[in-house]
């Protein structure tokens, strides 16, 4: 139970207490920094939860066991954005390079992470807005069952990397194709009334991704679920800003901390989960960057250059980071990721070499609640990056002038 959770023994340690006391609460927010492993546990928990023989090994033989593993349970909902491509992409790496069954059930999970997301109930009555990434998402259920632990012998290596590119390219098109970063209160309502159908399913599980990001109405659809919840249904929500989770939802959910994973601990998980050796990357975030088309010190370096000519007095945006970070939504999110930590460390003094202005603070806020606006925008009214960085750019020139 919980053995393929690495470095989250406090969190493993509450959940095996509440599970076995049979104290586990219907609604649980883990909350805790980017890869710290939330999402794994909660999916940990829902096997867990369904396990027909209670013990719940990772190995254990029953079905429910089995089809949580694949992630193809039908008791089991997934809502919600994450950094998918990033994700398929360093598991598709992993398996090109081990070719063994743990790195394919690594694979087929980081595609159904996505596929599950178009449970075809999830989209009922809206099922044209699928219509131009249906194709996509067959395909990727195809690669997925041929490539995984239950299909047949991997093909050679040239074949093998050949369909992994494929199922790269078809992730990044679903991404491209339709936002699922924020979730709309449609679908928290049909994911509400599935909560209240009564099934064979003795327990269900529903894993709400980025809670934090969820617009008005559907943060009132998800506290009425919160306020009444069917019996032996669980409402796992996972955030990185625990502070940006309205309180009448913290009051209704028991939270579990996760911590970040760094230094050796991170080493672990890179070596045993990834195949990955110290040498090769120092730590998650350099690793997942990796797959994104970033080098962490590019990144650095084009925030920098952002804010000089911000700063300095320019009047238009370097082309070189508007083509190279603001034509692709995952780059132009991590361009903000960065600039937040930039912004943070100038207002507690540290050294920042590349820049002598210290804003002031009410500025900083000006400026962190603008970035906060361009995620929503990118992510709820799918506004190209372009436009969102070139508004970003003037205004903190304006503002510093």
């Known amino acids: 139970m919980f053995e393929n959770i690495l470095n989250q023994a406090e969190v493993v340690g509450r959940l095996r207490q509440d599970v076995e006391g049979r104290t586990l609460p219907p609604a649980l927010l883990f909350s805790g920094p980017p890869y710290s492993g939330k999402l794994s546990t909660a999916l940990e928990l829902a096997r867990v939860l369904s396990c027909e023989k209670g013990m719940a090994e990772w190995n254990c033989a029953c079905k429910s066991c089995e089809t949580h593993r694949l992630l193809l349970s039908t008791n089991l909902v997934l809502l919600g954005g994450r950094y ?58 195809e690669l997925a069952f041929d490539l995984g632990p239950n299909g047949s012998a991997l093909p050679p290596p040239q074949e093998l990397n050949k369909r992994l590119e494929e199922v790269v ?39 709400l991704e980025n809670a934090d990001r969820l617009l008005d109405a559907a943060r009132n659809a998800l506290l009425k679920l919160l306020e009444e919840p069917p019996t032996s249904v669980y409402l796992i929500l996972t955030t990185s800003r625990k502070n940006a989770i309205i309180p009448t939802i913290l009051s209704r959910v028991r939270t579990y901390t996760f911590q970040q994973r760094v230094g050796p601990s991170a080493l672990e998980v890179l070596e045993r989960i990834f195949k990955v050796t110290s040498s090769e990357c120092p730590d998650l975030d350099s690793f ?82 603008l970035i906060r606006k361009s995620v929503e925008s990118l992510e709820v009214l799918n506004v190209h990056p372009l436009l969102l960085g070139e508004r970003l750019f003037l205004r903190m020139g304006r503002d510093h002038a």
Not at 180 to 193: D, E, L
Not at 355 to 360: A, C, E, T
């Open 84 to 141: 998918f491509t990033a994700e398929v992409a360093a598991c598709c790496d992993t398996l090109s390079r081990t070719a063994n069954v743990s790195g394919r059930y690594l694979f087929v999970r980081s595609i159904r992470k996505l596929t599950r997301r178009f449970d075809a109930f999830l989209w009922d009555g809206e099922e044209s807005k699928l219509a131009r990434i249906s194709p996509y998402l067959s395909r990727l259920d």
């Open 169 to 207: 390219a078809l992730v990044r098109k679903v991404e491209d194709s339709i936002s699922v970063m924020s979730v709309p209160v449609s679908m928290i309502r049909r994911v509400a009334a599935w909560a209240h159908l009564k099934g064979t399913e003795p327990t269900k599980v529903i894993i």
């Open 288 to 369: 997942f960057l990796l797959f994104q088309g970033v080098k962490p010190s590019t990144l650095r370096g084009y925030v920098m250059k952002f804010l000089k000519g911000a700063w300095g007095g320019e009047r238009d945006l370097l082309i070189e980071i508007a083509t190279e970070l603001f034509q692709d939504k995952e780059k132009f999110r991590l361009f903000l990721q960065e600039l937040v930590m930039v912004l943070e460390e100038i207002l507690r003094k540290e050294t920042v070499p590349e820049v002598s202005y210290i804003p002031s603070l009410s500025q900083m806020e000006q400026w962190i609640d």
